[in-house]
């Protein structure tokens, strides 16, 4: 029998393997965290960066300056306590320094619709500038709020209201960990949040987490027996009094009170691995922090089971330790700052920030918590070098002019004085251009003349020569044991009896002739040495047969 087939078979996917990957890709995606490390120079953003990605830090030589890029980038993968399954991406973003060259770049990398709800940000402040922990956590808070503002479109409204009410939930449902059992509790109770205290979380509009660790805090307590150029808080008051302990603890009762005002927690850092470690949970808690419960069931009455945090952070509190301090978000309040040391007026110090803000703003007022810091920590940085004068270079025709006219002023700083007397050329033996009066020469005038008058046999030898030729002797042999100028003198035809061509005129042979006639003569006789000299060579190189010459005779 034969089986029938459906009519109407379904028609499978026109791309079968990509549908296949999107359903296993969005069941098993992997979300992306990122930290952003904000600091100044030299504060230990790289060590804290290597610490939260678990990688060992880069090894570098003492001499080689570490280099910053204009946007530090790194990233690894954040697995469970059993070290199984991947949870997530961690990215950290590192800038060199609060100039707006750099910051500006960020909001490329972080957009903030985006990243707002999967990012933590930590302020680096450093230990051994201590003066400066007030004006850097104003100039980072306030870039934060800049930050996370974005274009203000309605969809980063909503995104900075949810983070803002997850945030809120964190600071309100804060319980200190504790090894003893939980007692049981009503339901009524437990649902029934406290609201927030005085001066708790009244910035940070967005619900950022801020981090604030303060780095080399194994430093607090260095006296002067540092390396040179370092500075510490041991170095900016004598000994390790008092007066020494009141300054530390009132830098801390500064830190937790800003800290509390935008939910931030605030960490002391040492380079020991165990100390980074307590900031690396803090870190992870915070990226991992559940959402706030939904508001519908919250005003309903209705109980929610608590969402776990992956990362659960089980460390207690430290404000004793200098070098291990500990200060969660959520656990700190006014009077708990108040307790440190007596005296710190936390309400005023939240007044002092809030004057420095308006005046930021373009609103002048009192004096801000900058001043009011500085009385308390004076700053004993090196102050960087003045500027060199700036200068100005006089232009190039200015100063050849001015050169000039000096030189023109005096004679014998001018090169070109020395060849205009042709006499005192002559009498220092200045080697240079020749004018035409100094032609005088005595002795080769002389010599020509004699050879034009006979004296020297100039005219029988060319007589000579001339029989010789008409009688079809040989001219050339015969002028080849003569020097060229005399075989010249008396062989070259001339128009005029009894004249060498080498003067044309009589005229030339006095010192009185004009300068182109004297030129001649030189030309002429300098000529005549030269095909002598040339003569003479081939008459060696080639000697002439008399066999042959007599045969052909």
Not at 438 to 454: C, I, Y
Not at 456 to 480: E, K, P, Y
Not at 492 to 509: D, E, K, L, Q, W
Request: with cysteine; glycine share 8%.
């Amino acid at each position: 029998m034969q089986e029938s087939r459906p009519s109407t078979p379904e028609a499978p996917p026109q791309d079968l393997w990509s549908s296949i990957l999107d359903s296993v890709s969005s069941s098993r995606s992997i979300p992306s965290k990122q930290i952003l490390l904000l600091g100044q120079p030299s504060s230990g953003k790289s060590a804290l960066a290597s610490a939260l990605l678990q990688k060992p830090p880069a090894d570098q030589q003492a001499d080689v300056q570490p280099t910053d890029f204009a946007i530090g980038y790194d990233f690894a993968d954040v697995r469970d306590e059993a070290d199984e399954d991947t949870l997530a991406r961690l990215s950290v973003y590192t800038v060199p320094s609060s100039a707006s060259s750099y910051t500006s770049l960020l909001p490329h990398f972080l957009p903030p619709r985006t990243s707002l709800p999967q990012t933590l940000v930590i302020i680096v402040l450093d230990w051994t500038r201590p003066w400066t922990f007030v004006e850097e956590l104003e100039t980072w808070l306030t870039w934060i709020e800049a930050w996370s503002k974005g274009d203000g479109s309605r969809e980063m409204e909503i995104t900075r209201e949810e983070s803002r009410e997850r945030l809120q939930s964190h600071l309100q449902h804060y319980a200190e960990p504790s090894t003893d059992p939980l007692p049981a509790s009503n339901s009524t109770l437990s649902n029934t949040l406290l609201p927030l205290g005085p001066g708790t979380f009244s910035h940070n509009s967005a619900g950022v987490p801020i981090i604030v660790a303060c780095t080399k805090a194994d430093l607090i307590d260095e006296g002067n027996d540092m390396a040179p150029g370092a500075t510490a808080m041991g170095s900016m008051v004598k000994g390790k009094g008092g007066e020494w302990e009141e300054r530390t603890d009132g830098i801390m009762q500064v830190l937790r009170t800003v800290c509390l005002k935008y939910g931030a927690g605030l960490f002391y850092a040492t380079p020991l691995p165990a100390n980074l470690q307590v900031l690396r949970q803090y870190a992870l808690h915070l990226l991992f922090m559940p959402p706030a419960p939904s508001p519908a069931m919250v005003a309903a009455g209705e109980s929610q089971a608590p969402v776990r945090n992956l990362f659960p952070f089980m460390h207690k509190p430290n404000t004793l330790d200098r070098d291990r301090i500990v200060v969660p978000a959520g656990w700190d309040s006014w009077g708990k700052i108040s307790v440190l040391r007596d005296g710190f007026d936390a309400k005023m110090w939240g007044e002092a920030w809030e004057r420095d803000l308006d005046s930021e703003e373009g609103q002048t007022g009192e004096a801000g918590a900058k001043k009011a810091y500085a009385n308390l920590v004076p700053d004993q940085g090196p102050k960087p070098p003045p500027l060199p004068p700036f200068n100005n270079p006089t232009p190039e025709q200015a100063f050849l002019a001015k050169n000039y006219d000096e030189n023109a002023k005096k004679s014998d700083r001018d090169p070109r004085g020395a060849f205009r007397n042709p006499q005192d050329i002559a009498a220092a033996g200045i080697v240079g251009p020749l004018g035409s009066s100094s032609f005088s020469l005595p002795n080769v005038e002389r010599a020509l003349s004699e050879m034009e008058t006979g004296a020297g046999g100039a005219t029988n030898l060319g007589d000579a020569a001339a029989r010789r030729l008409a009688a079809g002797g040989r001219a050339t042999t015969a002028a080849a044991g003569r020097p060229a100028g005399l075989s010249t003198l008396g062989t070259a035809a001339s128009p005029t009896a009894g004249r060498s061509p080498v003067s044309p005129n009589p005229a030339a042979t006095s010192p009185g002739g004009t300068g182109q006639s004297q030129h001649e003569v030189l030309q002429n006789f300098f000529q005549s040495l030269l095909s002598t000299k040339d003569r003479a060579s081939g008459t060696r190189g080639s000697p002439v047969k008399p066999t042959e010459e007599g045969g052909s005779s």
